[in-house]
């Protein structure tokens, strides 16, 4: 069963994630020892692929809660892991040539407004403005 769960997370992969990963916090107080980070990976993985609800994943299966791995995809998305291993994978990809920009596609989550875009007080007298054509129209 182990050796499923390990498919999840291949060797390459890990040594990828492993160092973008920040380290842990000092515990503020004596309890159970920090899950794996690994494990916690798998887990996520697991969740994210299956589609099950947090609460349901297998314990003995990955050796944390689904809590746990919850935790620390929320903790690991705050430390800006998954950009950071975006990054690196589309530059690793570069360097051998095999990304195709022909096929690339800005969105504009992706891209920052020019000129910082509509001041607050604009943004306000168009939203009052649309308000105003709802209610009276």
């Known amino acids: 069963m182990r050796g ?3 498919e999840l997370v291949p060797d390459a992969f890990w040594q990828r994630v492993a160092p973008l990963l920040p380290p842990p916090q000092p515990k503020k107080k004596l309890g159970r ?3 794996d980070d690994r494990a916690a990976l798998e887990a996520i993985v697991f969740v994210l692929r ?3 609800p947090w609460e349901m994943l297998p314990r ?3 050796g944390l809660s689904g809590m746990t791995a919850w935790r ?3 903790e690991w998305t705050r430390a800006g892991v998954w950009e950071k291993l975006q990054a ?3 530059d690793e990809l570069g360097l ?3 990304v195709d920009f022909s096929r690339a596609a800005i969105d504009s989550s992706s891209v920052r407004a020019s000129k910082r875009g509509p ?7 168009i939203e009052r403005r649309r308000v105003a054509s709802i209610i009276f129209s």
């Open 50 to 52: 299956s589609g099950i």
């Open 33 to 35: 020892p920090r899950a």
């Open 4 to 6: 499923m769960v390990r």
């Open 96 to 98: 051998r040539g095999k």
């Open 88 to 90: 690196r994978l589309l």
């Open 72 to 74: 620390r995809l929320e």
């Open 119 to 125: 001041s607050r007080a604009q943004a306000r007298r």
């Open 60 to 62: 003995k299966q990955f």
